[in-house]
């Protein structure tokens, strides 16, 4: 995920929050890179979701990726969960895990 789809992706989150699902899964288990925009995208969802009471939760399996939203401070502002079962076992309140 990167500046060539972060629009996308952002928009079909949106159209996902807005559709009045309580939660929204972002599943990102085959993402692999992400940039800054990417980042952007996401957190303008996740803003997004919150002022709608939705809940944006990304599931992401590569380490890369997550040491890429640590290190630009994100890790613990997303509610990240390993795998979509576990995004989806969560229920409907979230505890914001750390990513493993």
Known sequence: MDKANAGYVRAELLTAIESGAVVVIA???GTTFTDTM??????????HAAAN???L???ISSRL???V????GFD???SIYPTVADAQAAGTVS????AR
């Open 53 to 55: 009471g939705n809940e």
């Open 27 to 29: 599943d990102m288990t």
């Open 38 to 47: 990417a980042i952007r995208a996401l957190a303008l969802a996740h803003q």
């Open 57 to 59: 939760r990304l599931a």
């Open 95 to 98: 505890s914001k895990p750390k």
């Open 69 to 72: 939203l640590s290190a630009m």
């Open 76 to 78: 613990g502002y997303f």
């Open 65 to 67: 990726v997550l040491r």
